[in-house]
């Protein structure tokens, strides 16, 4: 028994080796682009790895001024919320119709909805292109938001859907019996008791759509139209930027995207359907 525990414990001391190892991995380019953030030109080519020895914000005012990241930022606040809404209207709706109504073609629309999963960007980006100019969104806000939304919206539908099926089906019996619509119950009954859930598929769409580049590169050919990752992606190429301005671009870039998983994080693991029926 002593020599099993001894494995035992041997065995947990290495995998917990192992993890500290690749944390330690996974945060050293956080570490390089946070330091070469604060670094100027003539210090960051002698100083490339280590803490910043006269820390500045210049490479910040510069790639805010000269390079509009203040201007692309805004864009990105203004289409990131609105596709959000609509994104969770669609997946938080779609699932409730597959996981809870009873219609014909159900199962049909569903299988289509995971076969839209497949698709990668890059396969569906001349086509999707093709559509937005016959509908004549080229350049605008509201063709990246539609295009954001049909192409993730199929992942988020899918999660809500499993969400929503492993509920138990007498929340809708009880609401039903009480003269509730369909319309009713979901925003009164599920979409409460769903709020975990919503809030997951809120932080994956918020970080998609935040980091979505190639259909934005396609729609947004205006420079002042652009989202702020794609800004960055055309930084280097339009403006030459140092590495240390190009780094503050990617920190303000990646800012929002980790206070708004902090912010909700906590709401993820909550089990509110605990309960919910008894016995």
């Known amino acids: 028994m002593k020599r099993a525990s001894a494995i035992e414990g041997g065995t947990r001391v290495l995998v917990q080796l192992v993890l500290i190892v690749l944390v330690v991995a996974s945060l050293i380019p956080l570490y390089n682009v946070i330091a070469a953030s604060f670094k100027s030109g003539d210090e960051f080519a002698v100083n490339p790895f280590f803490l910043p020895k006269a820390p500045t914000i ?52 569903f299988l289509i909805v995971l076969f839209l999963m497949i698709f990668p960007q890059l396969l569906l980006a001349t086509q999707v292109f093709k559509l937005i100019s016959l509908l004549h969104l080229t350049n605008s806000r509201l063709g990246v938001i539609l295009t954001w939304v049909a192409y993730f919206a199929p992942f988020g539908t899918y999660i809500m859907t499993t969400y929503f099926t492993g509920m138990p089906y007498e929340l809708v019996e009880a609401a039903r019996m009480d003269g509730a619509s369909h319309l009713r119950i979901l925003v009164s009954v599920m979409t409460p ?54 780094s503050a671009g990617l920190v303000v870039a990646m800012a929002v995207p980790l206070a708004i998983f902090l912010i909700f994080q906590q709401r993820i693991t909550l089990g509110v359907t605990a309960g919910a029926v008894k016995g």
């Open 193 to 246: 008791l769903a709020a975990p859930m919503i809030a997951t598929i809120a932080i994956i769409g918020f970080q998609s759509m935040w980091n979505e580049l190639p259909f934005s590169l396609l729609i947004l050919q205006d420079q002042t139209s652009r989202t702020l990752t794609l800004g960055i992606a055309m930084m280097k190429g339009e403006y030459g930027l140092s590495v240390p301005v190009m």
């Open 58 to 109: 210049d490479n910040y005012t510069y790639a805010a001024v000269h390079s509009l990241l203040l201007r692309l930022a805004v864009n990105s606040l203004i289409l990131v919320p609105c596709g959000m809404v609509l994104y969770l209207a669609v997946c938080v709706s779609a699932g409730y119709a597959f996981g809870k109504m009873r219609f014909g073609p159900k199962r049909p629309l």
